[in-house]
């Protein structure tokens, strides 16, 4: 019989580990993913989320470790994403009179998911009285999807938020002092960037909406993934604030770029060195080693960004145009219009993988203040040097706000 974890007096982990998970939704998970659940025994016995469908047996075992899960009474749903609905129906099965508590959108998405099982509205301000403790709920929409909210317990201070304040990690114990602070806070970031990112906004909203319940609201941040923050409350509401949602740049540079014989390499190493050169911290990723999730860790918060691409058959590489996809679909025109962009790589007999990678760059909103470097055949060391110039300059003139 698998263990509850216990979280605070009367209240439980009940989630599971997805030790081998290393991909969601094509981000990489290196570290595994949880999906975490809570148990409130109180008068009403209460569960905040469940797990996926698959971590069925986990999940309920965890909580016959506590109490049958025929008595639950009242089961909260923050929000619909499979990940942390899979198991609503096994629930309602087990626990027929179990009231479910939602926001008013994730009853319809609910309902299209698994039928009508009853579910009551919640709105920001409300409250729920389960005993000796109350639930108060607020609505963080986008967060990730349209129906998300997060739950506060008021006696206990935790803050049960969801995807908010996750992070992809799987690891023997529960708590954020318990595993390694710059590997959490690293794949925090890495979270954020990977599926919080497009709606930076929203996230804003949110933050300030968890802000507004005041400094002594919150003693825990009990995420669906990942570890839970207790020691560590205010780093991550940080971290949030000031660099997720913030949209500030830092004086950040990624080379992004795959290439063929070493042609577009070598202008990537260049233009790497001119932003070394200028004190910039730059970090280069050829796309035949480096995942696009990795690549938008890096991405989050550059001021400077380059991608390259030689010509394969009439267009970029197929690496580079699946990050320029990807970034697209997380870093919105409207995200990146602070930021220098460059494009670059080499070419046979057309020049058309770094003209199409500029042209997809201008698209997105980026600034381009010089043309893109291309080079046919192979880069002299002379045309190199020149490269690197020309990119020194351009920091130079569009210095970090
Ligand atoms: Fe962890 Fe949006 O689901």
């Given at each position: 019989m698998l263990t509850a974890v216990q979280v605070k007096p009367d209240v439980y982990w009940v989630g599971g580990v997805d030790w081998n998970a290393r991909s969601?939704?094509?981000?990489?998970?290196?570290?595994?993913?949880?999906?975490?659940?809570?148990?409130?025994?109180?008068?009403?016995?209460?569960?905040?989320?469940?797990?996926?469908s698959t971590f069925k047996d986990e999940f309920l075992q965890r909580i016959s470790a506590i109490i049958d899960p025929s008595k639950i009474d009242?089961?909260?749903?923050?929000?619909v994403e499979m990940d942390h609905s899979g198991n609503i129906p096994t629930i309602k099965e087990l626990a027929p009179n179990a009231q479910i508590y939602c926001s008013p959108q994730a009853v319809k998405e609910l309902t299209a998911h698994y039928g009508d099982l009853g579910y009551t509205p919640v709105k920001t301000g409300d409250t729920l009285s389960i005993g000796k403790r109350t639930l108060a709920f607020v609505q963080t929409p986008m967060v990730h999807w349209p129906d998300n909210m997060v739950t506060l317990d008021v006696e206990d201070k935790i803050l049960f938020s969801n995807d908010a304040f996750g992070q992809h990690f799987a690891s023997s114990a529960r708590f954020d002092d318990e595993n390694d602070y710059h590997e959490i806070m690293k794949q925090a970031r890495k979270y954020y960037a990977n599926i919080v990112q497009p709606y930076r906004m929203q996230a804003a909203n949110a933050v300030k909406a968890v802000r507004k319940?005041?400094?002594?609201?919150?003693?825990?941040?009990?995420?669906a993934h990942g570890v839970i923050w207790r020691s560590h409350v205010a780093d991550i509401l940080d971290a949030y604030e000031q660099v997720f949602v913030s949209g500030k740049l830092a004086n950040k540079a990624v080379v992004i770029y795959d290439s063929m014989w070493h042609s577009t390499d070598k202008i990537a190493h260049s233009i790497?060195?001119?932003?070394?050169?200028?004190?910039?911290a730059a970090h280069l990723m050829d796309l035949k080693e480096n995942h696009v999730s990795d690549a938008m860790d890096f991405f989050l918060d550059a001021k400077y960004v380059a991608v390259g691409s030689p010509t394969l058959n009439s267009n970029m590489m197929p690496t580079v145009a699946e990050f320029l996809t990807y970034m697209r679909g997380l870093s919105p025109k409207q995200n990146n219009t602070d930021r220098i962009g460059f494009a670059f790589g080499s070419y046979g007999w057309a020049p058309l993988g770094p003209?199409?990678?500029?042209?997809e760059l201008e698209a997105d909103g980026?600034?381009?203040?010089?043309?893109?470097f291309m080079y046919n055949w192979i880069p002299t060391q002379e045309y190199l040097d020149g490269v690197r110039e020309k990119v020194r300059a351009v920091v130079k003139a569009n210095p970090v706000a």
């Open positions: 969601f939704h094509g981000y990489t998970t290196e570290d595994g993913i949880t999906y975490n659940a809570y148990l409130i025994m109180d008068e009403k016995v209460t569960l905040i989320d469940t797990a996926k009242v089961l909260v749903c923050n929000h319940l005041g400094p002594d609201a919150i003693e825990m941040i009990a995420p790497c060195d001119a932003f070394l050169a200028e004190g910039v003209k199409n990678v500029y042209a980026f600034q381009l203040p010089e043309p893109a």
